[in-house]
């Protein structure tokens, strides 16, 4: 990665590749933005953001609809849903420079193991996201709260690393597109740490169809959440990651005093999209398998999820054909 | 209980207590039916059956919304849902003669402790009822297949009794009614055994909106009906109750091979009725709990089951507050 002016390209844009893509290249560093089915519209019409922090246009932007027209890149975002993850081997390959470096905006466990599978796990590089956005039309998005984002370097069987060097590099990149910026020491605890709030919410949410802050109102589902909860502390300790005692109930003071909240899967299961049900309930299920320990409640989620997902992908298939 | 031309009463004359009650009165049988909302209707119009057994009518039954106005019984059956179960102990010592006893037709676990805190242990006996029935309106019962009813015996602790002539005595006159009766000589091992198939099927269907034949057509619904029914059997070891091994695989194979079912708590749901979770889920969870075994995917079950039937009160009110 070369140590200045850095060329980023974004891989999925939309309300979050879109919006710190759109940052980025306001803050004059360059980026290129590979689209599917928005591209015609993007390329002719670029990127609106709209933001409490201050609505802004890119009336032009570098939009390719085939990662083999991009120009290769130092950093390369990963910001599609991870249930499009069987398209990255065709694109990440071309993309990359050699020294480039995948940064990994995804949610879930072991997402960057899947990605070192194609570019080797020297070159990844995982990320967290606190943020609340939403794609309003086509290279549209809204940006509504937060915008956090935790960097944590990926070597090997998540071996930590500490803060490296190309970690801040890139931070100070983000921190110029007044992005703010956290750093992990320890990628796996950070990403086990998100999942203690993402497993409970995301999958009651949807399953019961709720929002945080009933889930939060009546005591039984208050009572699960805490249970789910502490399963994410015991598959974390599975894999030697150890979450301190008052990490579960400061994360309910929080989400109580939180606004009323639609979650992430909740909105991606009410638009009929796929729940990315692999990533934040498959994968934590079997790492902590692998190491003899059974989530059973967390499988119970996961399997309703499953199933609601297929259901849904069902009746958004019948729709489709009644359309066509 | 005399030894003949037992009187019975009927707590609950709705579509399980009314179908039983008006076969025993259809076979000669004293029969006094407890009513609340439809006692009017049915002390002026009587009963209607309809069966593929044959459809008939009860122009005149002996109605009454009093449990003090009626005449003391032999055989008292409880047939009310367990939701409605704090009625019964002004409702159940008026009602039974010296030497009379309660048959109690109830879905759950424990439910027999209960009302033996009412009448007595030496007066309680248990029934497990196999039947698909529903009310079509006030005294009219639609009689859909199905019907056989298990007896056993209860004394304190189900500590187990054998078959004892009163419940021959009550075989006697159910079968004179063409009701097919089994005899448990193990009432506590009849009641985890009828769980293993309610547990994984109600709380399933109300959760996920499924009917049976969608739960087994899954992969991971299918899966997880077959781990919650392990949790069922594990709940009943707690309790030295020891179901055979391929119970599980002939509870699968049967309910595969039945129709499409809509199970009766998800139709109490639908129809915005109270559901039975604390007889059907809380109580075992709480038995195996005492006795030291984690039943930890019914729980998520309980507590989910315990939140939608919440809200579905809470709509209910506010449906009924609009239609004052």
Redesign the interface.
């Given at each position: 990665m070369s140590n200045r002016n850095r060329n980023y390209a974004i891989v999925g844009t939309g309300a979050l590749g879109g919006f710190y893509g759109a940052r980025l290249q306001k803050a004059d560093l360059e980026v290129n933005f590979l689209l599917r089915s928005d591209y015609e519209h993007v390329k002719k019409h670029g990127l609106i953001v709209e933001s409490p922090e201050g609505d802004f246009t890119l009336p032009e932007v570098r939009a390719y609809h085939d990662a083999h027209q991009m120009p290769k890149c130092d950093v390369v975002i990963v910001a599609i849903k991870t249930t499009q993850n069987h398209l990255l081997p065709k694109i990440l390959p071309p993309l990359l420079k050699d020294n480039g470096v995948v940064l990994v905006l995804q949610n879930g466990l072991n997402i960057e193991v899947e990605i070192a599978k194609i570019v080797g796990a020297e070159r990844v590089i995982g990320g967290l996201c606190f943020l609340c956005s939403y794609k309003v039309g086509p290279g549209h998005i809204c940006h509504l709260d937060y915008g956090t984002i935790t960097l944590g370097d990926y070597s090997q069987d998540y071996k930590p690393l500490g803060i490296t060097n190309r970690l801040n590099q890139i931070a100070k990149d983000f921190k110029r597109a007044h992005i703010p910026i956290k750093m992990s020491e320890n990628l796996l605890l950070s990403r086990w740490k998100k999942l203690v709030w993402n497993i409970p919410y995301n999958g009651?949410s949807v399953?019961?169809n709720?929002r945080t802050d009933?889930?939060m109102a009546?005591p039984?589902?208050r009572?699960?959440v805490e249970?789910i909860m502490g399963e994410v502390v015991a598959g974390a300790k599975s894999c030697d990651r150890i979450i301190p005692d008052d990490f579960i109930q400061n994360m309910l003071d929080y989400t109580h005093k939180m606004k009323p909240y639609r979650t992430s899967m909740k909105i991606d299961y009410d638009e009929s999209r796929p729940l990315e049900v692999e990533a934040i309930f498959g994968n934590p299920i079997r790492v902590a398998q692998q190491a003899g320990i059974k989530l059973?409640?967390i499988?119970?989620?996961?399997?309703?999820l499953?199933?609601?997902d297929?259901?849904n992908q069902e009746a958004e298939r019948k729709r489709q054909l009644l359309s066509l």
């Amino acid at each position: 990665m070369s140590n200045r002016n850095r060329n980023y390209a974004i891989v999925g844009t939309g309300a979050l590749g879109g919006f710190y893509g759109a940052r980025l290249q306001k803050a004059d560093l360059e980026v290129n933005f590979l689209l599917r089915s928005d591209y015609e519209h993007v390329k002719k019409h670029g990127l609106i953001v709209e933001s409490p922090e201050g609505d802004f246009t890119l009336p032009e932007v570098r939009a390719y609809h085939d990662a083999h027209q991009m120009p290769k890149c130092d950093v390369v975002i990963v910001a599609i849903k991870t249930t499009q993850n069987h398209l990255l081997p065709k694109i990440l390959p071309p993309l990359l420079k050699d020294n480039g470096v995948v940064l990994v905006l995804q949610n879930g466990l072991n997402i960057e193991v899947e990605i070192a599978k194609i570019v080797g796990a020297e070159r990844v590089i995982g990320g967290l996201c606190f943020l609340c956005s939403y794609k309003v039309g086509p290279g549209h998005i809204c940006h509504l709260d937060y915008g956090t984002i935790t960097l944590g370097d990926y070597s090997q069987d998540y071996k930590p690393l500490g803060i490296t060097n190309r970690l801040n590099q890139i931070a100070k990149d983000f921190k110029r597109a007044h992005i703010p910026i956290k750093m992990s020491e320890n990628l796996l605890l950070s990403r086990w740490k998100k999942l203690v709030w993402n497993i409970p919410y995301n999958g009651l949410s949807v399953v019961l169809n709720a929002r945080t802050d009933e889930l939060m109102a009546n005591p039984d589902t208050r009572i699960l959440v805490e249970e789910i909860m502490g399963e994410v502390v015991a598959g974390a300790k599975s894999c030697d990651r150890i979450i301190p005692d008052d990490f579960i109930q400061n994360m309910l003071d929080y989400t109580h005093k939180m606004k009323p909240y639609r979650t992430s899967m909740k909105i991606d299961y009410d638009e009929s999209r796929p729940l990315e049900v692999e990533a934040i309930f498959g994968n934590p299920i079997r790492v902590a398998q692998q190491a003899g320990i059974k989530l059973p409640q967390i499988e119970v989620l996961y399997r309703m999820l499953k199933f609601m997902d297929a259901q849904n992908q069902e009746a958004e298939r019948k729709r489709q054909l009644l359309s066509l």
